[in-house]
């Protein structure tokens, strides 16, 4: 079981960017999904969660209107389409998975996922 997330870079306040996570040795689509973001010396953030048993994704606050959860069930991929992107924004990304049914309080809670992404960054500096 593997996550594998892409897709970060440089951009600068205003921009967009598109963060893929790409599945493999098991089908995303039996499984909740978790976008986590963390800067140096802080802690994961959870930010957006798509879960198995709800069609409406939950947002954190932080990226609530400018973020955008999809699913590809037939690429078993996820993405996570970023608009409006702040510096407060820069982190490394992760994405997660878990087969657990979670409820809404759980979704975005580290400890939740069992598997993981290795990040990519994303930088928002003009």
């Known amino acids: 079981v593997q996550l594998q997330a892409s897709g970060g870079g440089l951009v600068q306040p205003g921009g967009s960017l598109r963060l893929s996570c790409a599945a493999s040795g098991f089908t995303l689509g039996d499984y909740a999904i978790g976008w986590f973001r963390q800067v140096p010396g802080g802690e994961r953030e959870g930010i957006v969660c798509?879960?198995?048993?709800?069609?409406?994704?939950s947002y954190s606050n932080s990226v609530r209107g400018r973020f955008t959860v999809s699913r590809d069930n037939a690429k078993n991929m996820v993405y996570l389409q970023m608009n409006n992107l702040k510096p407060e924004d820069t982190a490394i990304y992760y994405c997660a998975a878990t087969r657990q049914r979670l409820i809404l309080s759980q979704c975005r809670l580290e400890g939740s996922y069992d598997y993981w992404g290795q990040g990519t960054q994303v930088t928002v500096s003009s």
């Open positions: 798509s879960r198995i048993t709800s069609g409406s994704p």
